[in-house]
């Protein structure tokens, strides 16, 4: 970095820091503690900053960080599918579904399903769009 550029009350602020943790380690005595951070807070460049940490020792190196390991491993299929945690219950309804077509007088009770399921999809339908509608309402009042 370049000599001649003005330090910010931060640079000065930092080296202080440094001088100071320097002082606790017992690198510096209380009088040379005293003239270095004077000689800080009153410096206008990097120039003048740099003689006050010429002598001493730099920060000790940061270890490299490791990248954080996944919690599952990655199986290749889309995120918003989790894993299979135990049997699903479509592919028991339809075989259900389909013992109770075939047999006899089912279609009744087929006819009573899928009436039901129109039923549920109406209800999901409008009951989300009257959600949206307050949604924006109250947002609106808000």
Do not use: C, N
Not at 29 to 54: H, I, N, Q, W, Y
Not at 77 to 94: E, K, Q, S, V
């Amino acid at each position: 970095m370049d000599d001649q550029i003005r330090v910010s009350d931060a640079d000065r602020e930092r080296v202080t820091a440094r001088l100071r943790d320097h002082y606790a380690e017992g690198r510096l005595s209380e009088s040379e503690l005293d003239e270095r951070v004077s000689a800080a807070l009153s410096a206008k460049t990097f120039g003048d900053l740099r003689p006050l940490m010429a002598d001493l020792p730099g920060p000790a190196p940061v270890p490299p960080q490791q990248p954080a390991q996944p919690l599952q491993p990655h199986w290749g299929g889309p995120p918003w599918i989790g894993y299979r945690r135990g049997p699903r219950l479509l592919p028991l309804i339809l075989v259900l579904l389909a013992v109770v077509a075939f047999s006899g007088g089912g279609g009744w009770m087929m006819a009573g399903f899928f009436h039901l399921i129109l039923l549920f999809w109406l209800f999901t339908i409008v009951g989300g769009l009257l959600f949206g509608v307050f949604r924006r309402r109250a947002r609106r009042y808000w």
